[in-house]
């Protein structure tokens, strides 16, 4: 049973480009969220998805956006990337929220290098 | 929001010893994980666990949601137990985001 992927696992960008990061749900989930984890610190909630729609947005700009498609996996979008963007970006999927025990599960995560 | 804290930020033990992770929150939560990651940033599920107690060979853990708090037990340490723990909530009124408090870096050495 597969569980969730992302890629790319690793990556470098320069200031002002654009990156999209993918992700594959475990089977059987159709809610993914996605995390920043900056070094040294904890993850920290950007958005989930549910129905291919945005359905909590954590505390980021608009610059990162999101994408669910029809078959539950999802994109994360950041636009004009600052040095600050680097980080651990994980993607998680569970079951949907209120549906019992919310379980998230998560990817290894990709590596974002903003130089 | 919710305030999640973890105590102690690092901690290094000699294989074999036994540790506990502990883990406070400021509001009832209706979620509580614990997570392990590995150097290589996969965070791998302990336990869900919003209340009561479980175990998992080595591993437990227990939350008293009364006293907003959980603690992760580890005994017989093994080097592979090396990483950082996180635990993570969800708030009663938060919808579906996890909070993670800042993790505790156990080291464990032969």
């Known amino acids: 049973d597969a569980g969730v992927t992302q890629s790319p696992t690793h990556l470098i960008k320069t200031r002002g480009q654009q990156v999209t990061l993918r992700c594959s749900p475990k089977?059987?989930?159709?809610?993914v969220s996605w995390y920043q984890q900056p070094l040294g610190q904890g993850p920290q909630f950007i958005f989930q998805?549910?129905?291919?729609?945005e359905r909590q947005r954590g505390n980021f700009p608009d610059r990162f956006s999101g994408h669910q498609f029809p078959n539950y996996s999802s994109e994360l979008n950041v636009n004009a990337l600052l040095l600050g963007d680097s980080a651990l970006y994980l993607c998680?999927?569970?079951?949907?929220w209120g549906t019992g025990a919310n379980v998230l599960t998560f990817g290894a995560g990709s590596r974002l290098t903003v130089l | 929001g919710i305030q999640v804290e973890q105590s102690p930020p690092d901690l290094i033990l000699q294989e074999g010893a036994n540790s506990t992770l502990r883990c406070n929150f400021s509001d009832s939560v209706n979620n509580l994980q614990w997570f392990h990651q590995n150097p290589w940033g996969q965070l791998i599920n302990l336990f869900y666990i919003p209340s009561g107690t479980k175990q998992n060979g080595r591993l437990s853990a227990t939350t008293v949601a009364t006293e907003r708090y959980s603690l992760l037990y580890i005994s017989s340490s093994q080097t592979t137990d090396s990483g950082v723990y996180f635990c993570?909530?969800?708030?009663?009124?938060?919808?579906?985001?996890?909070?993670f408090g800042q993790g505790t870096e156990l080291s464990v050495k032969p």
């Open positions: 998680a999927s569970s079951v949907p």
């Open positions: 089977s059987g989930h159709d809610t």
């Open positions: 998805y549910y129905e291919e729609e």
């Open positions: 993570a909530v969800r708030g009663d009124n938060q919808g579906g985001k996890l909070i």
